[in-house]
């Protein structure tokens, strides 16, 4: 009996996420306006990451629920915050968004341990937006060129996640490993 194969959701989670954090830095460094960033955070950063989370959920993959439906619901939040600083609704400061990345942060550093079981290309991309978001909180409450360095830091982090995501859909198109992740620096 030919058993159904299920596609893995974390293909669209990985694209949404890594298109939407280089798009975030294009602005962060210079070279685009905020609008793109707006319409990446609410509909492929969120709202597909969002399901793509409650796919992984289906799968039984704790992990990449967390991820998904977390990181979709930061760049919600991120473009909600955006939109009401547009049209001065409940205005937040530049602080303010600093300690919002830092909750961020701080949710990343325990994704990021928690990644260090699954494979190198994880952890790195983890570790690079666990960096990225300290520089960004450098950059809301100390100095904005932090959030310049941070932008050109996280284009490598997007990068991550994105060869994550060929890899995932190469390899299984190929049927053996063409782009490798690595091993896992915490072996169960």
């Given at each position: 009996m030919n058993e159904k194969k299920n596609a893995n959701p974390a293909v669209v989670g990985l694209a949404g996420f890594s298109l939407t954090t280089l798009v975030l830095q294009f602005h962060n460094v210079g070279w685009c306006g905020m609008?793109?960033?707006v319409v990446l955070g609410l509909i492929f950063g969120g709202l597909a990451q969002m399901i793509?989370?409650?796919q992984e959920?289906?799968?039984g993959n704790n992990f990449g629920y967390s991820a998904f439906v977390a990181y979709g619901s930061f760049w919600i939040g991120l473009a909600l915050i955006i939109l009401m600083n547009h049209f001065d609704i409940y205005k937040s400061s530049t602080t303010d968004i600093g300690w919002y990345l830092f909750a961020w942060m701080l949710y990343t550093l325990g994704m990021?341990?928690?990644?260090l079981r699954i494979h190198f290309m994880m952890s790195l991309t983890f570790f690079t937006l666990?960096?990225?978001?300290f520089l960004l909180v450098l950059g809301h409450f100390f100095n904005p060129v932090w959030n310049v360095v941070a932008g050109y830091e996280l284009m490598f982090c997007a990068a991550c996640a994105f060869y994550m995501m060929l890899a995932i859909i190469i390899n299984d198109l190929a049927g053996k490993v063409v782009l490798p992740l690595g091993k896992p620096f915490i072996k169960s």
């Open positions: 609008g793109p960033v793509a989370g409650f959920q289906k799968m990021w341990i928690a990644s666990l960096t990225g978001f």
